[in-house]
């Protein structure tokens, strides 16, 4: 089984990913922790990946690619996998369908997480986190409130929200999103392997949805 896990920030592809890899015994490959591997082997990609990762920058396209293609030319490359975060545009996915192809496997199924913005700006703007870097703990204005609003209900300490968390760059963060996907979106749909899920509910009523779209594509799963 080789799926990829397509969906905007805040719709909990890294949750349903681990599920996957847990319930199908499958590789969870997120391209973070490509990056972090490469980087720690020292492998030329991760040399060249590197002053990317350690300043926050976007790592080009080119870079990534060949991360993901050496991960699967080596010997321990996975031949049941789901892809989260990867590939992100068109381009990724035609350099990702030939790495695959000089390993003789393919994509089987891709499966999109469907959640409205203005869902994903209510998830991601009302997060609210710890800044103290014994505690951490984290809140959301609607799902887990503080206590007391703006206090961290463990330590007292006054919460603070993200840059990353702000509605104005979750909305941001939603336009590449869109601006990314769209073509990616119908590229896998015309080859026949998109499979549209709704991600609104509990995790395991998507999970369930997910899981269907799986035995639909590949009844031999």
Same mark, same amino acid.
Not at 112 to 138: F, H, M, Q, Y
């Given at each position: 089984?080789?799926?990829i896990l397509?969906?905007p920030?805040g719709?909990g592809?890294?949750t ?8 199908f015994?499958l ?11 490469a980087?720690?082997? #020292?492998t ?17 396209d ?19 996998f789901?892809?989260? #975060?990867?590939?992100?545009t068109?381009?990724?996915a035609?350099?990702?369908?030939q790495?695959?192809?000089e390993?003789?496997l ?5 499966l999109?997480?469907?959640?409205e ?5 209510r998830?991601?703007?009302?997060r ?5 870097t ?10 887990r409130?503080? +206590?007391i609003?703006g ?9 603070i929200?993200?840059?990353d ?5 979750? +909305? ?17 749909r ?8 709704a ?5 395991e ?10 035995? +639909? ?5």
């Amino acid at each position: 089984m080789r799926l990829i896990l397509i969906g905007p920030p805040g719709s909990g592809k890294g949750t349903q990913a681990k599920l996957l890899s847990e319930r199908f015994g499958l590789t969870h490959i997120a391209t973070g922790d490509i990056f972090r591997e490469a980087i720690r082997m #020292g492998t030329s990609a991760g040399k060249m990946a590197e002053p990317y990762v350690s300043t926050g920058k976007l790592v080009p396209d080119e870079i990534v690619n060949e991360l993901v293609a050496d991960r699967f030319r080596r010997d321990d490359r996975p031949e049941r996998f789901v892809m989260d #975060g990867y590939p992100r545009t068109r381009a990724q996915a035609t350099a990702f369908e030939q790495a695959l192809g000089e390993q003789g496997l393919d994509v089987q199924a891709v499966l999109l997480l469907t959640v409205e913005d203005e869902e994903i700006v209510r998830r991601l703007s009302g997060r609210w986190s710890c800044p103290n870097t014994a505690c951490k703990a984290t809140f959301h204005e609607t799902m887990r409130p503080p +206590r007391i609003a703006g206090v961290c209900d463990n330590c007292k300490s006054k919460l603070i929200q993200r840059d990353d968390d702000r509605e104005e760059t979750v +909305r941001r963060r939603l336009e590449v999103y869109h601006q990314n996907t769209a073509e990616l979106i119908g590229y896998y749909r015309s080859k026949g392997l998109l499979h549209p899920v709704a991600g609104k509910g509990s995790i395991e009523a998507i999970y369930s949805q997910i899981a269907g779209a799986i035995k +639909r594509a590949i009844p031999t799963c």
